[in-house]
């Protein structure tokens, strides 16, 4: 898997970009696959191009499911098991904070839970968990980036971007739960 990590504050994130998007079948409902010219850049559950335009301000958004389907389908094939093996680029857009939280998710295997607390000692700061936490509900590439299997440190399954119910089903067809 190849990971291109840009630096840059969310305020920024769209400025100059195109993103092609497409919407398309995923085991749990809909994915909204977004990409930029080096690769995957947002991936959104059971949304529309409302919620891109959101998070990607000042892009220019052009909707092309053509373009978008190889990635789609490949991200569904490889779920829950293999995405470490997604053949397109993974392109993430954040603060250095964010980058290094997003790429020590990237280390979480299919099935396995750890909280927020683990991730910041395992980035060298044990003392940010709410850090953390606000740089794991900024991910960009859910699913294929597994937020969804960091939880809080009583175990419990809250604050995920795309409904605790849909955190629930992917965890259950990742067989954590």
């Known amino acids: 898997m190849k990971v291109i990590a840009k630096p840059l504050p969310k ?44 998070e990607w301000p000042g892009a220019q958004l052009v909707e092309d499911e053509k373009v978008t389907a190889k990635a789609a389908k490949e991200i569904a094939k490889l779920w829950p ?22 790429k020590e998710l990237l280390k979480i295997k299919p099935g396995k839970l750890v909280t927020y607390g683990d991730i910041a000692k395992k980035i060298g700061k ?12 900024r991910n960009t590439l859910s699913i294929v980036v597994p937020c969804h299997r960091v939880v809080n440190k009583d175990g419990g399954i809250v604050n995920y971007g795309w409904g605790p119910a849909m955190k629930k089903s992917l965890l259950k067809g990742e067989g954590a739960i």
């Open 126 to 137: 044990p003392a940010a968990v709410r850090a953390v936490g606000s740089a794991v509900g």
């Open 81 to 102: 098991g293999n995405m470490d093996k997604i053949s397109v680029p993974l392109v993430l857009y954040g603060t250095p904070f964010q980058l290094k939280v997003w």
């Open 11 to 54: 305020a920024a994130r769209g400025r100059g970009l195109t993103l092609v998007w497409g919407v398309h079948p995923f085991p749990t409902g809909k994915i909204l696959v977004a990409l930029s010219a080096e690769g995957l850049c947002w991936l959104g559950i059971n949304c529309g191009r409302d919620r891109l335009a959101k």
